[in-house]
T-cell receptor, first 114, second 111 residues
Framework: GAVVSQHPSWVICKSGTSVKIECRSL??????MFWYRQFPKQSLMLMAT?????????EQGVEKDKFLINHASLTLSTLTVTSAHPEDSSFYIC??????????FGPGTRLTVT | GQQLNQSPQSMFIQEGEDVSMNCTSS?????WLWYKQDPGEGPVLLIA?????ELTSNGRLTAQFGITRKDSFLNISASIPSDVGIYFC???????????FGGGTRLMVKP
C-alpha cells in the first residue's frame, strides 16, 4: 500500500509555544489530506480536510486560527498548533488520498504540552 | 462529531478462538472500512467494502457490508496473539470524502 509519513513522531513543548507537524505522502500524490486527533482510549475525530492549493475545511468546533493547516503541495501538508496549551496534548494523525481512492494513514504524532 | 456505534468495546479471548465485532449507523454509508491500530501508531486498513451485501475476506479476516448500508461486521477466525490491538470500523458516504469512525473494539488475546 501507499506510504504516509509524519514528522515528528513525538514532541514535547511548553505552553504558549507553537508546534508544526508534517504529513507527507511518500510514493503517491495526495490530492486530499485529512487531519485527525485521538485522545487516549478514544476514536479518531476528524479535525479538518485539506485539498492541495486551497484552504482547509474545518469540522465544527475546531478553531481554524489555532490549528493552522497548509497543503502547499501534492505530497506535503502541515498542521501547526498555535499557542499550545495542555488540553491540546493528543495524538495527531493525518491521512492522505489520491482522488477518490482509499485513505492511507500516517503513523501519528504524539504532542505533549507542559 | 458523529461516531458509528461499534461493539463490543473490548474483548478478551483465548488464542484460537473466533472473534466477531460490528458497527451500526443511523444513516447510510456507501463504503465501509475496517482498520487495525497498534499502540502509538496510525490505523492500517484491513478490509474495504464497496457494495451492499458484499462479503470480503483477507486471510483470517472476513467482513460484510450490510444490505441496508447501515451496518457492517468483521470476523477474525482462529485468533493469534498478534491480533491484539484496537479495531475500528469507518464509514464513508462518497469516495474521497471524510471517514466517520466507530468507537473501536479493543482485542486482547491470551496465549
Amino acid at each position: 500500500g501507499a506510504v504516509v509519513s509524519q514528522h515528528p513522531s513525538w514532541v514535547i513543548c511548553k505552553s504558549g509555544t507553537s508546534v508544526k507537524i508534517e504529513c507527507r505522502s511518500l510514493d503517491f500524490q495526495a490530492t486530499t489530506m485529512f487531519w485527525y486527533r485521538q485522545f487516549p482510549k478514544q476514536s479518531l475525530m476528524l479535525m479538518a480536510t485539506s485539498n492541495e492549493g486551497s484552504k482547509a475545511t474545518y469540522e465544527q468546533g475546531v478553531e481554524k486560527d489555532k490549528f493552522l493547516i497548509n497543503h502547499a503541495s501534492l505530497t506535503l501538508s502541515t498542521l501547526t498548533v498555535t499557542s499550545a496549551h495542555p488540553e491540546d496534548s493528543s495524538f495527531y494523525i493525518c491521512s492522505a488520498s489520491w482522488r477518490d481512492y482509499e485513505q492511507y494513514f500516517g503513523p501519528g504524532t504524539r504532542l505533549t504540552v507542559t | 462529531g458523529q461516531q458509528l456505534n461499534q461493539s463490543p468495546q473490548s474483548m478478551f479471548i483465548q488464542e484460537g478462538e473466533d472473534v466477531s465485532m460490528n458497527c451500526t449507523s443511523s444513516s447510510i454509508f456507501n463504503t465501509w472500512l475496517w482498520y487495525k491500530q497498534d499502540p502509538g501508531e496510525g490505523p492500517v486498513l484491513l478490509i474495504a467494502l464497496y457494495k451492499a451485501g458484499e462479503l470480503t475476506s483477507n486471510g483470517r479476516l472476513t467482513a460484510q457490508f450490510g444490505i441496508t448500508r447501515k451496518d457492517s461486521f468483521l470476523n477474525i477466525s482462529a485468533s493469534i496473539p498478534s491480533d491484539v490491538g484496537i479495531y475500528f470500523c469507518a464509514g464513508q458516504r462518497n469516495a474521497g470524502n471524510m471517514l466517520t469512525f466507530g468507537g473501536g473494539t479493543r482485542l486482547m488475546v491470551k496465549p
